[in-house]
């Protein structure tokens, strides 16, 4: 139970007191403060309206007129609802947030390249070096072809991605393990597309640029 710092009430954790609406400024994870459902599949418009009607419930502009202790529990409900937002809207950040929640890291058994992509990491990074040193046309355009590789193995990742979301949200009791390797299978995998796709622009640029 928490104590509203305006009226006293005292009450279940929220993002408002239940009796007179002063933000509580306790801390809630990210789907609590924003009011849906513990899920990873999330309805974007849905978040977005939730996001800008708890917004002004406990914006700070509110209550500054407030004493000193409802206008921190205002400063640090905003904090948590904005934090919650940009954790929730993306769904990459959406993934990682839930392996933060369940206090499971990504690294945990993701120390290497995913091995199907290893010939694939490897092979591109010997191309770039190539390009940086000798600038070739001929293999620019190789990687050129490259890019839209990763590209496309990247968009199925994130294909992926939300195929495990639903999964989580339909899942029965006692599943929760291979969901969460699978979780951090996909999540590796994007995060190493990612800084290939990078590292595959910023190289054609400094070509382009020469």
Known sequence: MVRCPKCSEAQTPQLCCSNCGSPLGVDLDGFAVLGLDRKLVIDLPRLEQ?????????????????????RTASLKSTANLTRAYRALRDPVSRGLYWLELYERKLSDGNQSVPPDLAATVFAIQEQLAELRDAGANALRDSVE??????????????TDLI???????????????ALFEALKSVLARIAYL????????????????A
């Open 50 to 70: 939730a996001y800008h009607e708890r917004g002004r419930q406990v914006h700070p502009d509110r209550f500054a007129d407030e004493p000193a202790n409802v």
């Open 194 to 209: 990612r800084t290939l796709l990078r590292d595959i622009s910023h190289a054609l640029e400094i070509v382009q640029a």
């Open 163 to 177: 195929a495990n979301f639903s999964a989580w949200d339909r899942r029965a009791a006692g599943g929760e393990e």
């Open 145 to 158: 072809d490259q890019r839209l590789e990763v590209q496309t193995a990247l968009d199925k990742a994130l």
